[in-house]
């Protein structure tokens, strides 16, 4: 196990939590949730995190996957991850042996301290590995399930491990941006880091006669835990009270412009689960205010007009669906235009061609806007810092606190990352060449179109909490490449988008893991083998339970839903290809949205001109088109409601209590979120364990009608003309 050096080797081993700018992050999110001092002595590498993180590791990575391909998913997320592996922490401490065991030329104890909040950090960041379902998993089905063309064992765990590992390469390159620099906070990893000193607060600091923050953290977690069973299995009305459309229900327009199946107007949520997309306690408030733009021109703006207008005939539709269309009116399905991948023109001729509803067709203009504004974006406003980055540390003048503590501790050498990235290349080429997954050509491109992007995308997340997700783009770029090959569509989509978000993921941790003082080589091994384990248990559990005759079965237990969306996907793409939605083929007639990428390169060179001609207008600087054009590009699916009652809520919290109540809110705001995450976490498991698990529901009352339509508007889903659409004719 890695030596750990002794505080009295280390300068600046203790800092106290003082006002000394050279002492304290200069990031004021920063200051107020992460601690400014740390003991190298702790112990964070020892027998009881690999026993525990990787037992963890196995267990979720199960449990999740079992449960991703079953109807009624739900999932092991990190603070439960959290709460379950604190006691057994203190259980392991208290009962393992302290004596000194020698390993070969190794001497290690297995209990060398008591248990620490780095060892439960490190525990975690291994859980969190088994938590992220491998997405590759979606293609292992949908070849055996929808293609025919089933494959042996290890071409899918190659794949899978492939496309897990190969972004943790790219890290390297990405930690002199991404992690070092202290203005590269990433909001979402503060929740974290605020959960473990919730968890280890009497351990950490003294409370100051103020509520000690794990009485607080644990009361609110209870308390919420307490109130999701309303929303989440009693009351589900609550989570959509679309209080206009019940005017007039019977309105079709009221309904499209006020349900939560429409566009959401004045409907209010008190659904946690269902408001905290957004993450509205941690995401800056700049990038709040951006994500109102975003929704309000997608949703309320641009969508009505487009609507209304009954451009492409869009009125034949519902105003928010995240479905696909033929001219009748009927929902398509791409599994009657297909024989094993291949479009059968006859079946497509006869059912389409396909129609897009309003809101899809402005989500797919958004999207490709949202890529070409991330490329363009980052040189303008971000090119001075990242070239200051490469030639330094940071692009401020001096270390902050946090890089100064981390120099205790030895940086993970570049030929690390160098040779993961270049095995894990090498076992892609044979994956893909030899199981004919895809060209070789393909997946040069994949990695070169997941190299271009990975460091605007990160830096666009480290500083505003938003994801952008390259779905839509990859599926667009290879249905032009090689259309009529939907398994070689999926996979390109994989490889360019999971190597982005894996790379981005591992970068995250290693943000939380200098936050927390967690050595870089403990962070870097710790992922690389969860990682491995978890997309093992991922491929085990899945081929287990593919040998059910009843697997992925549309209304079986085990229905996979989100592979056969993704499966659909990959058909529609790939089989029937972006040339008959955005060309002329066949009917097509979408063209114009592939303006989006247009208007997409346009809109950051307008604004970013405008602050240079009228300096003295900050708002301007603040305007941040990435962020627009990603979050619009997501609905549908999500839908409207969802994000303005998130917004309304961090707006409170980011502006109000920050403003007026901000010694509360440094201290409670993020120990407030990871309590809010961590209460409906355990509710939603209670439920579906006690209940959903037996199909065993309540009976239907108004607050739970038998129709499932719970925000009581039932023509929010109906197209112009009131009728609510089959889903074949």
């Known amino acids: 196990m890695e030596k750990q050096p002794s505080p009295e080797s280390i300068p600046h081993t203790i800092k106290p939590d003082d006002d000394d700018d050279d002492d304290n992050s200069q990031i004021e999110e920063v200051r107020v949730s992460v601690t400014n001092r740390d003991d190298p002595s702790m112990p964070y590498n020892t027998f009881r995190v690999w026993f525990l993180g990787l037992a963890l590791t196995a267990a979720t990575a199960f449990t999740n996957q079992f449960f991703f391909l079953r109807q009624g998913a739900m999932s092991l997320s990190l603070p439960v991850c959290a709460l379950i592996s604190l006691p057994l922490g203190h259980l392991l401490a208290a009962l393992l042996p302290t004596r000194d065991l020698h390993l070969f030329k190794w001497r290690f104890s297995l209990n060398p301290a008591p248990f620490s909040i780095k060892e439960h950090a490190v525990i975690g960041v291994m859980a969190s590995c088994g938590c992220m379902n491998a997405y590759a998993v979606n293609v292992i089905a949908m070849q055996k399930f929808n293609l025919d063309k089933?494959?042996?064992?290890?071409?899918g765990l190659l794949l899978v491990l492939t496309t897990q590992l190969l972004g943790y390469g790219m890290a390297g390159v990405l930690r002199r941006f991404l992690v070092r620099p202290p203005q590269m906070l990433w909001p979402a990893?503060?929740?974290?880091?605020?959960?473990?000193?919730?968890?280890?607060?009497?351990?950490?600091?003294?409370?100051?006669?103020?509520?000690?923050?794990?009485?607080?953290?644990?009361?609110?977690?209870?308390?919420?835990?307490?109130?999701?069973?309303?929303?989440?299995?009693?009351?589900?009305?609550?989570?959509?009270?679309?209080?206009f459309c019940w005017i007039k229900p019977t309105n079709t327009v009221l309904s499209q412009l006020t349900g939560s199946s429409g566009l959401g107007l004045g409907t209010i949520s008190l659904d946690w689960s269902?408001?905290?997309?957004?993450?509205?306690?941690?995401?800056?408030?700049?990038?709040q205010f951006n994500i109102l733009i975003g929704v309000v021109l997608m949703a309320y703006v641009a969508t009505p007009v487009f609507y209304y207008a009954d451009v492409w005939g869009s009125k034949r539709f519902p105003i928010a669906t995240p479905w696909l269309y033929r001219v009748n009116g009927s929902i398509f399905q791409a599994a009657?235009?297909?024989?094993?991948?291949?479009?059968?023109?006859?079946?497509?001729?006869?059912?389409?061609?396909?129609?897009?509803?309003?809101?899809?067709l402005l989500s797919y203009t958004i999207g490709f806007a949202a890529l070409a504004a991330t490329v363009v974006h980052v040189p303008l406003y971000h090119g001075k810092d990242l070239v200051a980055m490469w030639k330094a540390t940071t692009s401020m003048g001096k270390e902050d606190v946090h890089e100064r503590l981390m120099r205790a501790y030895p940086e993970v050498p570049n030929w690390w990352y160098t040779s993961l990235f270049v095995a894990m290349v090498a076992l892609s080429?044979?994956?893909?060449?030899?199981?004919?997954?895809?060209?070789?050509?393909?997946?040069?491109?994949?990695?070169l179109f997941?190299?271009?992007?990975v460091l605007p995308m990160g830096i666009i997340q480290a500083l505003t909490n938003q994801f952008l997700s390259l779905n839509i783009v990859t599926e667009y770029i290879m249905g032009y490449l090689l259309p009529g090959h939907p398994l070689a569509n999926a996979t390109f989509k994989t490889y360019g988008f999971i190597t982005t978000s894996q790379a981005l993921s591992f970068v995250s941790n290693l943000k939380f893991g200098h936050y927390m003082k967690i050595p870089p080589r403990t962070m870097f091994a710790a992922q690389i083998w969860a990682t491995v384990l978890a997309a093992g248990m991922n491929v085990l559990t899945a081929?287990?339970?593919?040998?059910?005759p009843d697997m992925c079965v549309a209304g079986q237990p085990f229905s996979c839903a989100s592979s056969r969306s993704f499966s659909m996907a990959a058909i529609v793409w790939g089989a029937i290809g972006p040339a008959r939605f955005f060309g002329d083929k066949d009917g097509g007639m979408y063209g114009a949205v592939q303006w989006g990428f247009v208007l997409g390169a346009a809109m950051p060179v307008v604004f970013w001109k405008a602050a240079q001609r009228w300096p003295k207008q900050y708002w301007i600087q603040y305007v941040h088109w990435p962020v627009i054009f990603s979050v619009a590009g997501t609905m549908p699916p999500l839908l409207p409601y969802m994000y303005m009652n998130g917004l309304v809520i961090g707006i409170f919290f980011g502006y109000v209590l920050r403003k007026y109540q901000f010694r509360w809110w440094s201290r409670y705001n993020y120990a407030t979120a990871?309590?809010?995450?961590?209460?409906?976490?355990?509710?939603?498991?209670?439920?579906?364990?006690?209940?959903?698990?037996?199909?065993?529901m309540i009976p239907a009352w108004w607050g739970k009608p038998e129709d499932e339509v719970n925000d009581h508007c039932p023509l929010g889903g109906a197209n112009f003309y009131a009728e609510l659409l089959p889903y074949s004719s």
């Not at 089933?150 to 071409?155: H, I, N, R, T």
């Not at 009657?336 to 899809?360: F, K, Q, S, W």
């Not at 997941?450 to 992007?453: E, K, S």
């Not at 081929?543 to 059910?548: K, T, V």
Request: hydrophobic share 55%; charged share 15%; with cysteine.
């Open 150 to 155: 089933d494959k042996p064992f290890m071409a």
């Open 674 to 696: 990871a309590a809010f995450d961590t209460g409906v976490a355990c509710a939603t498991m209670g439920i579906f364990f006690l209940f959903e698990k037996q199909y065993t």
């Open 274 to 287: 269902l408001i905290s997309y957004t993450q509205p306690l941690t995401t800056p408030l700049f990038a």
């Open 543 to 548: 081929e287990w339970l593919m040998q059910r």
């Open 189 to 243: 990893v503060l929740v974290n880091v605020a959960l473990y000193r919730s968890l280890h607060a009497r351990r950490i600091r003294e409370d100051k006669g103020r509520m000690p923050m794990m009485r607080y953290f644990g009361l609110l977690s209870f308390a919420m835990f307490i109130y999701h069973w309303l929303p989440g299995f009693v009351f589900p009305t609550l989570g959509v009270l679309s209080v």
């Open 450 to 453: 997941a190299a271009v992007l």
């Open 429 to 447: 080429f044979v994956t893909c060449v030899v199981w004919d997954y895809m060209p070789w050509w393909g997946l040069v491109l994949s990695l």
């Open 336 to 360: 009657d235009v297909h024989i094993n991948g291949t479009l059968d023109e006859a079946a497509y001729t006869t059912l389409g061609p396909v129609r897009m509803p309003a809101m899809m």
